[in-house]
């Protein structure tokens, strides 16, 4: 029996910031996890990052990750990507003051 | 210091030139992330956590006044005003945008520098004893050879494609300050019988996933063969180092494969077949590096001063205490500076502060700097008489911690805060330890300790060879730190031995303090240093400090 699908989110770098973007329902990249489109899907995650890789002159390195519903959209389930939501612990920069 | 012929500057600018076209395709389409990839690595351009990250050499760690205010312009025209320096004596910006990149690689060579070779599987930036020319101890200045390396190694046409990327480190001193037992290729600076001075090539030492001591590869090598035995050790390496499996690709698999024996056969035949096309020219060319690497003109003149200024003033006595090593010339000292402010982040400097360093060091330091691999940085040349206005500029740029070689003098890699590849955080576990020492005011009683944190298996925090190592990995989705203790980074070598299970965040630094203070009522004496007291009692004690509960449980 194959392991159960955990909800993901399609995630990448913007190409020219380099900041962590996470692509939305409506085919945009936002800057809010919360944006993001949750798929519970697997074959449709799939899909979904195919077409983001196709994306190359807005981001790169496009991946799934994995994300939970939230009570204001999807949130980070690991701490690497919760970390990729605010920016370093040494210093507030990054995501944490930027938005 | 060497400075740029033309042949330098016109290779530089370029390849600035290269790259600007790459970004520019990168963003129009024409390139796509695979293909643009490799093209940014082979100039030092990463793409992290939250930001592109430039990594940019500084050779066999050494800077002039002017280099290092470029540094600071560069960090405040395209960065946030800081800049990172690393265990292989480079700077890294955390936050350039790509745009601005080929932009922050011309203010680069405006001052003959460079970010090439700083990634991929290539020759890297050669780093080399941080005191060369200045140290007491000291057979020859090791930076002429080790910017030929740098020279022969740029765009080699053999070795841009190498089974993994390839690393060397040289020392002309004693005492190994280089870590050159854990490189790929380390050169030690020995006299052979005639009081010649020549290498002792060690080969196939590395930290990270396998960590290996080094092995010498030959005893004695004259000066006048180093280039071509290089050249042959690296094209065996090419040849023979694996490609299947990138984690079995560096030289101290290869070496431990194959066996010393097999290698230095390799190696020797190459070298017997190449030597005879070394006809001289790289010795010319070192001859007129050697002159760039003259020593300065010391200036003879009293002391008198620095000794008065050390009685009246404990702060300043105790700075000179630990930071200050013997120089090789009568009346001067090395000064090394602190980037390990307690609770700061370890080898971050800011804008203000390079370029306050840049004027002490164009003041008092005979215009030169150094980064250590300790991620320090050092004023190479002071005479003693001017250690007191060293001191004032130092502590008005807030620079003057007097912690080298102490508990706080903490090697961390960027970690889980930057580092796409990390399993955890570093820099956040070396500012709790550095904080709670201070509070505690013990780190002098303490003594010499080197804690060296990396914040995955890669080892970029070189913790295999702490006094005191501590490795953070992600163990089922939560951060934990594995401690390992005994290791050694100079000419003893040593991988530090696993402790036991590993802590979480909140528990790894009261469990470092358990292990620290406890120590103190284990030493013979206040002599003896933490490292001694280890190889003297061994694991045992020192894990029964760690796992408390558990010894008891083992008693019950």
Excluded at chain 2, 40 to 52: E, F, I, S, V, W
Excluded at chain 2, 195 to 208: A, D, K, R
Excluded at chain 2, 252 to 280: M, S, W
Excluded at chain 2, 299 to 315: F, I, M, T
Aim: proline share 5%; charged share 25%; aromatic share 8%.
């Amino acid at each position: 029996m194959s392991r159960a699908f955990k909800p993901k989110v399609v995630t990448a770098n913007a190409l020219l910031e380099g900041d962590a973007v996470w692509l939305t329902i409506d085919d945009r990249w936002t800057r809010d996890i919360a944006e993001a489109e949750l798929m519970t899907d697997e074959a449709h995650a799939d899909l979904r990052l195919l077409e983001a890789l196709s994306r190359q002159s807005e981001i790169a390195g496009a991946y799934l990750a994995d994300a939970a519903a939230g009570a204001n959209g999807p949130q980070p389930t690991h701490f690497r990507e919760a970390f990729r939501t605010r920016g370093p612990s040494n210093y507030a920069h990054g995501k944490q003051v930027d938005l | 210091m060497y400075v740029y012929n033309d042949f330098d500057e016109a290779f530089v600018r370029n390849r600035v030139a290269q790259f600007r076209g790459q970004v520019e395709r990168r963003i129009d389409g024409s390139l796509t992330e695979d293909e643009f990839k490799p093209l940014r690595l082979m100039n030092g351009l990463y793409l992290q956590l939250h930001a592109y990250m430039l990594r940019v050499a500084v050779p066999y760690g050494t800077l002039n006044a002017v280099q290092m205010r470029q540094l600071a312009y560069i960090a405040d025209r395209w960065d946030k005003g800081y800049g990172h320096f690393t265990t292989r004596q480079n700077i890294q910006y955390n936050w350039p945008e790509l745009r601005d990149v080929p932009d922050m690689l011309a203010a680069l060579a405006d001052v003959g520098m460079h970010a090439i070779q700083t990634s991929g599987n290539t020759i890297r930036n050669v780093t080399a004893d941080h005191f060369a020319g200045a140290a007491a101890d000291e057979i020859e200045d090791p930076r002429a050879i080790a910017e030929l390396l740098r020279q022969w190694s740029t765009d080699h046409p053999e070795f841009q494609f190498l089974p993994r990327k390839f690393k060397i480190a040289v020392t002309g001193a004693t005492e190994d300050r280089a870590v050159t037992r854990a490189h790929d290729i380390g050169l030690r600076m020995v006299r052979n019988a005639a009081g010649e001075p020549g290498f002792e090539v060690i080969v196939g030492g590395g930290l990270g996933r396998t960590p290996m001591v080094g092995k010498v590869l030959r005893d004695f090598l004259p000066k006048a063969d180093l280039l071509p035995y290089c050249e042959a050790i690296v094209s065996v390496y090419n040849l023979l180092g694996r490609r299947d499996n990138k984690y079995k690709a560096r030289i101290k698999i290869t070496v431990h494969e194959n066996g010393l024996e097999k290698i230095q056969t390799l190696v020797e035949d190459r070298f017997a077949a190449i030597r005879p096309t070394f006809t001289g020219h790289d010795q010319a060319l070192l001859a007129v590096i050697e002159t760039a690497f003259a020593p300065p003109a010391f200036a003879v003149k009293s002391s008198d001063g620095y000794q008065a200024a050390r009685l009246a003033n404990p702060a300043f006595r105790s700075w000179t205490d630990t930071n200050l090593a013997a120089h090789k010339a009568p009346g001067y000292a090395i000064v090394s500076i602190s980037i390990k402010k307690h609770g700061a982040t370890p080898g971050d400097a800011t804008s203000d502060q390079m370029r306050a360093m840049a004027d002490i060091a164009e003041r008092y330091g005979h215009n030169e700097l150094r980064i250590s691999h300790e991620q320090n940085v050092i004023l190479p040349h002071v005479h003693q008489s001017d250690l007191p206005a060293v001191y004032a500029a130092l502590r008005a740029a807030d620079l003057a911690t007097a912690n080298i070689g102490l508990v706080s003098d903490i090697i961390a890699c960027p970690g889980m805060d930057y580092c796409a590849l990390a399993t955890a955080r570093s820099i956040p576990i070396a500012q709790d330890i550095a904080t709670r020492f201070d509070a505690l005011k013990l780190e002098h009683e303490i003594g010499p300790l080197k804690i060296k944190i990396s914040g995955c298996i890669n080892a970029c925090g070189h913790h295999h060879v702490g006094h005191i190592g501590i490795l953070g990995l992600d163990r089922a989705g939560v951060e934990n730190y594995q401690i390992t203790l005994g290791g050694d980074g100079t000419q003893t070598t040593t991988i530090g031995e696993r402790a036991g299970p590993g802590f979480s965040a909140a528990d790894i630094v009261p469990a470092i303090e358990r292990l620290v203070t406890g120590y103190l009522d284990l030493r013979t004496d206040a002599n003896e240093t933490f490292l001694q007291a280890y190889r003297r009692l061994g694991m045992a004690p020192f894990k029964t400090l760690l796992y408390p509960a558990e010894d008891q449980a083992d008693a019950a």
